[in-house]
């Protein structure tokens, strides 16, 4: 089976944000999206693994952000390469609250939603959270960054604002990827001379999950 054929679905990128008991955390996940109109209901899917899911299972609430294509990826690197049990994710991140006291990011989003966990689905590594909506704004005009724009920009690409004249980009000798995450790769030393131990900075699983591009 080719698993890259799960790198041509359509993605974005999102910041979920979650508080509980004091606690504050959030994550980036690429997985959100609209299962109803009436009423509104959204859907997304997180690691297990990951404390921002954990308080959302405790609380039953959360805001997802829905990122720019200017967002820096400076913000998304805190938040998807972080871990919230060893750091603050929001402690120097400019933020508001939702009703329920759920932090939402200031800086490179185009919308945000505000949601309540109606159900709570297992997929083995991962949960679908199915959440009724109960308030949304639009913040802008700006399109939204797609998973594959922030992997093509990570790797260096010029933003689509700044390609105009800009030379393009020759292929490399291949990118390996993350079938589980789809974190890329890019350290200096060579993929296949990483030791054996060696896991995902993301999603923490290893060497063999991964799948080489190009």
Known sequence: MDNTAF???????????????????????NTATQATSEPGRLLAT??????TT?????????TVSVLAIDCPLDMIAHFGMNKGREMEKFGAIAYDKDANGNPLIKEGAI??????????????????FVCAVEDC???GDQEPITYAEYRRLKSGGAPKTAEAGAPKATAGSGRWV??????VYDGETPFEALPADWVCPVCKRGKDVFIKEG
């Open 54 to 62: 954990e308080l959302i299972t405790k609380k039953g609430s959360m």
């Open 46 to 51: 997180m690691m297990k693994a990951n404390l």
């Open 111 to 128: 919308a945000r939603f505000h949601c309540r966990v109606e159900q709570t689905i297992d997929l083995g590594s991962h949960y679908l």
């Open 178 to 183: 993350c079938s589980i995450c789809h974190y």
């Open 137 to 139: 704004l639009s913040l």
């Open 7 to 29: 790198f041509k679905l359509t993605y974005g990128l999102f910041v979920v944000g979650v508080e509980y008991e004091g606690k504050l955390n959030g994550c980036i996940i």
